[in-house]
């Protein structure tokens, strides 16, 4: 008998149901069918994708994740973004409005252009595909190379373009498998998947409250894709800001970088925030935790801003219990995505 290449996936206690590919998440596949459902990380840990499975078999990209505990597992549930449907399956999920993807991912070969190298660690690759690369500021995608399991996560740094150029500033991971295969100066016509593109927290382009961007380590990627997304928009308040976490020095993206951000004045704009400078550095700018920092430079008017954040996810999480719990910022004002 022949094999089926799709999946039927049916949601409990409604009438929807859908196709997925084989081999395809399931997260992938009802996204891909245009439905939102909640997610963030796309990776296992967050924990925001998790669904129960009623009937049918799935089979997970990884046993022990962040995003789900042992009871979860009792009771049946599991990951959207990592559970890959092996038979038609029931499954109880929250629809969500606010996930439904304004662009549909999809899978696109891309080819390695060039890279640039922005710290010691911290390099900006340029891919490019046949295609055009359609996504909203602050926006990521799933990247797959040949001989990694599995993809990995990345934010593009640039804005949609009908090129097919697609830019990511790539952290160098101890031990990463991704970053074992990038982080050689020799690299040349890499071959990669790109599925694309993900995430909700991307420039709000009907918000027309002035922008604060915060970052952490690669969370610098999305934020600069903001930042040019934010010079096409006419109605939005100018000026935004952009405050950046680094470990030291060496970590501090030159301000020289921003200068392709059309009107962006990285000496007013551009706030590197350092938290273990050497003695050595004589480093002149803030100091400390940036989500410490932020906090002295928030007025009163803390409530008129849109605030975008991406990073290390403790950073991510002080910033938000910060601006929510204890300045009452309203929800709806944060977007983030936190680089698990
Ligand atoms: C939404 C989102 C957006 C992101 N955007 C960016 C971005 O723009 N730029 C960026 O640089 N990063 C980004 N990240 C983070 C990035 O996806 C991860 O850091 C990714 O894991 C790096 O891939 P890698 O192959 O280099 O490392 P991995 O191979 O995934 O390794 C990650 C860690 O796991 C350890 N490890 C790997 N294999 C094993 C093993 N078998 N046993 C034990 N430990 C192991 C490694 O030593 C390393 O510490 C983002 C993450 C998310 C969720
Ligand atoms: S665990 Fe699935 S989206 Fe984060």
């Given amino acids: 008998m ?7 996936v049916s949601f409990a206690n409604t009438d929807l149901s859908i196709k997925i590919d084989c081999g395809d998440t399931l997260l992938g596949g009802i996204l891909r069918a245009g439905i939102g459902v909640p997610y963030e990380c796309n990776a296992g840990g967050c ?4 669904y129960k499975l009623v009937q049918g078999i799935v089979a997970d990209d990884l046993e022990d994740t962040a995003g789900l505990r042992v009871s979860d597992k009792r009771k049946n549930k599991h990951l959207a973004c990592i559970s890959r449907p092996q038979s038609d399956c029931v499954v109880d999920f929250k629809l969500d409005p606010q996930y439904t993807p304004k662009n549909i991912p999809g899978n696109t070969p891309a080819t390695l252009h060039s890279f640039e190298k922005l710290t010691h660690d911290l390099w900006e690759f340029r891919f490019d595909s046949v295609g055009p690369a359609h996504f909203l500021p602050g926006q990521y995608a799933k990247i797959s190379l040949p001989d990694v399991h599995g993809p990995r996560s990345y934010s593009m740094s640039n804005v949609a373009n009908d090129e097919g150029k697609w830019l990511f500033q790539i ?12 982080f050689k100066d020799s690299l040349k016509n890499l071959n990669i998947t790109i599925d694309a593109p993900y995430s909700i927290a991307h420039l709000k382009s009907e918000s027309q409250r002035q922008a604060i961007c915060i970052a952490g380590g690669s969370g610098l990627a999305p934020m600069v894709s903001i930042l040019h997304g934010i010079t ?4 939005v308040k100018p000026d935004p800001i952009l405050y950046y976490g680094a470990r030291n020095c060496r970590d501090v993206v030159d301000k020289s970088y921003f200068n392709t951000i059309s009107g962006f004045r990285p000496d007013d704009q551009y706030i590197p925030v350092v938290s273990e400078p050497a003695q050595s550095d004589n480093w002149a700018g803030a100091t400390g ?11 009163d008017a803390v409530c008129d801003y849109e605030y975008y954040l991406a990073g290390p996810p403790p950073m991510v999480d002080a910033v938000r219990r910060h601006l929510v719990l204890e300045r009452g910022v309203p929800v709806e004002q944060l977007h983030y995505d936190r680089f698990f």
């Fill in 2 to 8: 022949k094999s089926s290449s799709t999946h039927q």
């Fill in 47 to 50: 924990g925001s994708c998790k």
């Fill in 171 to 182: 952290k160098k991971v101890v031990g990463g498998a991704v970053s074992e295969v990038l």
């Fill in 232 to 235: 096409q928009l006419e109605h």
């Fill in 289 to 299: 935790m940036v989500h410490d920092f932020l906090k002295t430079q928030l007025e």
